[in-house]
């Protein structure tokens, strides 16, 4: 079955949206549960882990390789979780983060800026002033964090298969939209679709796994057999065993290369965070 990604602004509907079409369909709906996951195997606070997906990259690189090892445990965290399929995630970054599957449905949720300002002073008891300029503060981070970490505004529509305004639409049309959309062939799960799942997430559970001594490798995965892209010139075999020795004894990993990358190659290597199958 296909797997709905929903990207929301604040105040949008997106999350209400998203909760409604999953009890339609009978799927789980998750957000914050990624974080959670990803805070308990990795053992790293879960106000850490809201940062890499709020704060703008300058922010994160106060910790050492930050960008690179949080998203890597918050990307291993919600591709374990795509493997279940029937998953609504209207979590940040979904967008980003499946976009190599074909069996996932990638939705923009955006409401008129007036809706949500009168709905952010209703929640937080707050003046149209100061609900307009949180709201524009937030939805301005969210655009910067993904230019400067995967160079495409999260506002571009050439990300989603379907943008819904929730304006003149309700939720509920929203919702019976998407419920059709679900049901089309171009968006059903195939065998290699699967497969691509599967070794998407074994590479960013093994990616995760090396985060905190070589935050910026890639890593390949093809039916358990592992290839791994290190950039370091200066390590040695050392370096290279022990990074086998942790691999091979993570679940469904039969092979295990390692490949030291040429200075060139190293430069032009592409964003760890895309395609890291």
Known sequence: MPIVTINRGSYSRGKAVAEQLARKLNYECISRDVLLDASDEFNIPEIKLIRALHDAPSVLERFTNGR?????????SLLQMARKDNVVYHGLAGQYFLCDISHVLKVRIIADIED??????????????????????????????????YGTDTWDSRLYDVVLNIHKLTVDDAVEILYQMVQKPAFQATAESRKKVEDLALSARIKAKLAMIAPKIQVASDDGKVLIHHFDAKAG??????????VSTIEGVKEVNVSLLSPKEQHDHINPFHNIG
């Open 237 to 246: 075999n050392e370096a290279f065993e022990k990074i086998k020795g942790i």
């Open 68 to 76: 690179e090892r949080y998203i890597s445990y918050l990307y291993s």
């Open 116 to 149: 949500r300002v009168a709905e952010e002073m209703k929640r937080e008891n707050i003046s149209a002033e100061k609900a307009l300029y949180i709201l524009k503060k937030d939805d301005e981070e969210r655009r910067k964090w993904g230019l400067q970490v």
